[in-house]
């Protein structure tokens, strides 16, 4: 599958900031610009890239594969009626999506005038990592360092890599990066 990097700027802020990641991402050969409104912008590559859908009523992107639950309970597959949703804040929505939905994916959900909430499913399928530059939030399945839009204090976390090592259990549970 291939990799998303998300960037969100809060309206009215930071533009110049914004303006300079879009740049920066849109002019490396490898990212594709998938959708861009409500302050987000979203980019995609590889050879499968992930499907990347707006939510009504500016509620903001579902990145990835979402089925509807009650479908699948029925024995067949249909994608999740995302036009269905009903206007909840974003914790709600993030609720609705796991009990109406399943799959793998992650819901960048805006609110009124509060960053964004970023939801990725129960099961944790797709890769979500997140950060932010000035008061640009990123999200991605993938870091990269040296980037424009790479975590301005991006560093192995060695006492985290120990933990990892000595309990296997915790390598959904804990990320071995800082910044």
Same mark, same amino acid.
């Given at each position: ?88 804040? /974003?914790? +709600? !929505? %993030?609720?609705?999506?796991? $009990?109406? &939905? ?6 960048? =959900? ?40 790479? /975590?301005? +204090? !991006? %560093?192995?976390?060695?006492? $985290?890599? &120990? ?6 259990? =915790? ?9």
């Amino acid at each position: 599958m291939g990799d998303y990097l998300v960037v969100h700027v809060p309206r009215g802020r930071a533009a110049e900031t914004g303006d300079r990641l879009r740049a920066a991402i849109a002019a490396d050969a490898g990212w594709t610009l998938a959708l861009g409104l409500y302050q987000l912008a979203v980019y995609v590559r590889g050879p499968r890239p992930p499907a990347v859908r707006p939510l009504p009523r500016q509620a903001g992107v579902l990145i990835g594969e979402i089925y509807d639950a009650s479908a699948t309970r029925e024995g067949r597959v249909a994608d999740f009626p995302l036009g269905e949703l009903p206007d909840l804040a /974003p914790e +709600d !929505l %993030a609720r609705c999506l796991t $009990a109406r &939905g399943w799959g793998r994916y992650v819901a960048i =959900l805006k609110g009124h005038d509060e960053p964004p909430a970023i939801y990725r499913e129960p099961m944790g399928a797709l890769e979500c990592l997140t950060w932010t530059i000035g008061e640009a939030i990123l999200v991605s399945s993938v870091v990269e360092a040296g980037k424009a839009w790479s /975590p301005p +204090d !991006l %560093a192995i976390d060695w006492p $985290a890599v &120990g933990r990892l090592l000595a309990d296997s259990v =915790l390598w959904s549970q804990i990320c071995p990066l800082q910044g």
